[in-house]
């Protein structure tokens, strides 16, 4: 067998003795600077996970006071789910001392809701309008009741709108015909009588199961009498 012979290549050597060179200068002129660097990183690191902890902590805070105001809301005691009763915050505590946590977002759509029962209208949109939806289902109802404050203050125009846009954002049997079937009944007021037609019939084709899907006829044959009334 043939042997190898040993390929000599000095300008190799020198190119990588140079880049080397290149490196470690490099590394003493920049020393200070990336050590700053990586020590902001670490910092930026660490205070994420600190803070995912405090939050974490505040968060099962806020739902231990949150228990009490469902329990008065649930009763119909809206002044106390509200404020509280001085040993157990209310709603609106919760949502101005637990800004940033789930429970405290929470809070403010419960005190939303609230202030709409008590027929506090502006209260209602304050609150309701905080509120930031994580998920459909409850962010399509944040939605619709952010419409029926509206309709109350009458404001129209501005209540159709969220109740169209709650319905597409729930799109489910449930939610969905509840929000069109609002929308369908503010046209018939304004006497926009083949907008509401065109919401009612989407009803009937699209959800026939649900409880508005079975009154939806009635709804459609009362708009189409109204139609020819006005032609």
């Known amino acids: 067998m043939a042997k190898k012979k040993k390929v000599d290549n000095p300008q190799g050597l020198k190119n990588v003795e140079h880049t080397l060179t ?10 200070k600077p990336l050590l700053i660097f990586l020590g902001a990183i670490v910092v930026l690191v660490g205070l994420f996970y600190l803070r995912k902890i405090y939050l974490g902590n505040k968060n099962s805070e806020a ?4 228990y009490m105001a469902e329990r008065w809301m649930e009763m119909d005691s ?17 949502a ?21 029962h008590l027929g506090k209208y502006e209260d209602a949109l304050e609150y309701l309008t905080k509120y930031s939806p994580k998920d459909k289902v409850v962010g399509s109802l944040a939605i619709g009741a952010t419409g029926d404050a509206l309709v109350e203050l009458e404001r129209l125009d501005e209540g159709i709108e969220k109740y169209l846009e709650a319905a597409e954002k729930g ?23 083949p907008e509401a037609l065109s919401l ?9 199961e649900s409880t508005e899907g079975s009154i939806a006829e009635k709804y459609i044959a009362r708009i189409k009498i109204l139609i020819n009334q006005n032609q």
């Open 22 to 31: 290149n490196t470690e200068q490099f590394l003493e002129e920049n020393y």
């Open 63 to 66: 739902q231990s006071q949150m």
């Open 78 to 94: 809206l002044n106390l789910a509200l404020y509280g009763d001085g040993n157990y915050l209310g709603f609106i505590d919760i």
């Open 96 to 116: 101005n001392n637990y800004k940033f946590t789930k429970a405290g977002n929470m809070a403010k759509y419960a005190a939303g809701i609230c202030f709409l």
């Open 171 to 193: 799109n489910n049997s449930f939610s969905t015909p509840l929000f069109l079937i609002k929308a369908g009944q503010i046209y018939e007021i304004q006497g926009k009588y």
């Open 200 to 208: 009612y019939e989407r009803i009937r084709n699209e959800y026939p």
